[in-house]
């Protein structure tokens, strides 16, 4: 059974950073795409970034600038880091991969808040 369990979510203030952690079951070269999703209350789930085998990570527009995706193959895990937290980055951030099935982790709340 595949799990993704994310860590690092929290409280932050704007313009603060945090780094999210994705620990993936099994070898992460069986996916042919790891990444991020978020939610935020009252909207729809929304792509943040994703990383493939091959070719350049994918980004949102609104967080290009300002945040980082990388995956550790070694140990299954795939960061988040974000920079220059803004409050519309407030929402609960899941992690996602992908073979011939999608699959999500269970969500990791991110507040950006004075």
């Known amino acids: 059974q595949v799990q993704l369990v994310e860590s690092g979510g929290g409280l932050v203030q704007p313009g603060g950073f945090l780094r999210l952690t994705c620990t993936i079951s099994g070898s992460i070269w069986r996916y042919n795409a790891v990444g991020w999703y978020r939610q935020a209350p009252g909207k729809r789930r929304e792509l943040v970034a994703m990383?493939?085998?091959?070719?350049?990570?994918n980004y949102a527009d609104d967080v290009k600038e300002r945040f980082t995706i990388s995956a550790d193959t070694a140990m299954n895990t795939v960061y988040l880091e974000m920079n220059r937290l803004k409050p519309e980055d407030t929402a609960v951030y899941y992690c996602y991969a992908r073979d011939d099935s999608d699959y999500w982790g269970q969500g990791t709340q991110v507040t950006v808040s004075s």
């Open positions: 990383v493939f085998p091959t070719g350049p990570s």
